[in-house]
């Protein structure tokens, strides 16, 4: 069955960094462009970075764009998520996602100041 599992979540100073695993299986991953999400209680899950298939593009939005780098390890079924210069405001649950639907159940990522 299809599964993705992140990882890597926890606390952290803000200015600090985390590393973030997705690990994929159950279906095609190397032809599946993978997306990272979060989402903070009462507000709707937010997309934040993609990568292609193999990874060709990478597309962040503003909001963590020269702090976060999303990368593929596809002889592993593994997507990653470095983030570094983190902020309070990133603290929120994070979710690996494939284009194809299938979501992780997610990893709490909290920011202190």
């Known amino acids: 069955q299809v599964q993705l599992v992140e990882s890597g979540g926890g606390l952290v100073h803000a200015g600090g960094a985390l590393r973030l695993s997705c690990a994929a299986s159950?279906?095609?991953?190397?032809?599946?462009?993978m997306n990272w999400y979060r989402q903070v209680p009462g507000r709707e899950r937010e997309w934040f970075a993609s990568i292609s298939r193999f990874s060709a593009n990478e597309d962040y939005a503003d909001s963590v764009l020269g702090r976060f780098t999303i990368s593929r390890d596809n002889r592993k079924n593994m997507v990653y998520l470095q983030m570094t210069d983190l902020k309070p405001a990133d603290t929120a649950v994070y979710f690996c996602?494939?284009?194809?639907?299938?979501w992780g159940q997610g990893t709490q990522v909290t920011v202190s100041f």
């Open positions: 159950g279906f095609p991953f190397s032809r599946t462009l």
């Open positions: 996602n494939s284009e194809s639907g299938y």
